[in-house]
């Protein structure tokens, strides 16, 4: 069973950075997928950005493009999200999530290829 632990969040003003950080525990395989979903008051959870260890590939929601980078450290099992110019619509509760193996059954962002889940880190940005 993978664990996955978020933390990070926070209070920032409107154009100010955070970086969260999801901690898991041992992954059973190297190929697997790892993303950032969040989900706002009202709304849908929605992917932001993520990462495929196999190639290294990233990816992002047209939203967060050029602001938003999604990272990981192997040797620390941890997966970041730096999130620059932040906008108050970023305000969300934001997940990381792993799906292990090279197949996924549709896009990365996608949140229901995704198998395991952390608890969500909150982020609110004021204007």
């Known amino acids: 069973q993978v664990q996955l632990m978020e933390s990070g969040g926070g209070s920032v003003q409107a154009g100010g950075s955070l970086r969260l950080s999801c901690v898991t525990s041992?992954?059973?395989?190297?190929?697997?997928?790892m993303a950032w979903f969040r989900q706002a008051p009202g709304k849908e959870r929605e992917g932001v950005a993520g990462?495929?260890?196999?190639?290294?590939?990233?990816y992002y929601a047209d939203a967060v493009k050029g602001r938003f980078t999604i990272s990981q450290d192997d040797a620390e099992n941890t997966l970041y999200l730096q999130m620059n110019s932040l906008k108050v619509d970023d305000t969300a509760m934001y997940y990381c999530?792993?799906?292990?193996?090279?197949?996924?059954?549709?896009?990365?962002?996608?949140?229901?290829?995704?198998?395991?889940w952390g608890q969500g880190t909150q982020v609110t940005v004021s204007s």
């Open positions: 999530a792993a799906a292990i193996g090279a197949f996924l059954p549709g896009s990365p962002l996608n949140d229901g290829v995704y198998t395991f």
């Open positions: 041992e992954l059973t395989s190297n190929t697997y997928y």
């Open positions: 990462f495929y260890s196999g190639s290294g590939d990233t």
